[in-house]
């Protein structure tokens, strides 16, 4: 089964920029998509963004225009960069991946301190 470590996270000021990044244990080739989630104290898990093996990507609305997410296939990492942060970006952020057989993994939760 893939294993996800996620690096990055931590206290940004408002207008900052944070890289957060998600190493897989096996060639990203063969994971159909991989992506961040990100839950907020008192708030729902939400999705942040996606990438599928065809690099099509998703932002959920809140964060259009401000994170990008890119893959490597030769690192196997997927990395979310995250600019012009919000204090409402404050969260803990979790990358997973939906291998092409079995169920989706995840990574680890770091989390992220946006401060106004």
């Known amino acids: 089964q893939v294993q996800l470590v996620v690096s990055g996270g931590g206290l940004m000021q408002a207008g900052g920029s944070l890289r957060l990044s998600c190493a897989a244990s096996?060639?990203?080739?063969?994971?159909?998509?991989m992506g961040w989630f990100r839950q907020a104290p008192g708030k729902a898990h939400e999705i942040v963004a996606s990438?599928?093996?065809?690099?099509?990507?998703y932002y959920t609305d809140s964060v259009k225009g401000r994170f990008t997410i890119s893959k490597d296939n030769v690192k196997n990492t997927v990395s979310l960069q995250m600019n012009s942060l919000k204090p409402e970006d404050t969260a803990v952020y979790y990358c997973?991946?939906?291998?092409?057989?079995?169920?989706?993994?995840w990574g680890q939760g770091t989390q992220v301190t946006v401060s106004s």
């Open positions: 096996e060639p990203i080739v063969g994971i159909t998509a």
């Open positions: 990438i599928n093996w065809t690099n099509r990507t």
């Open positions: 997973y991946a939906n291998p092409s057989r079995g169920d989706r993994v």
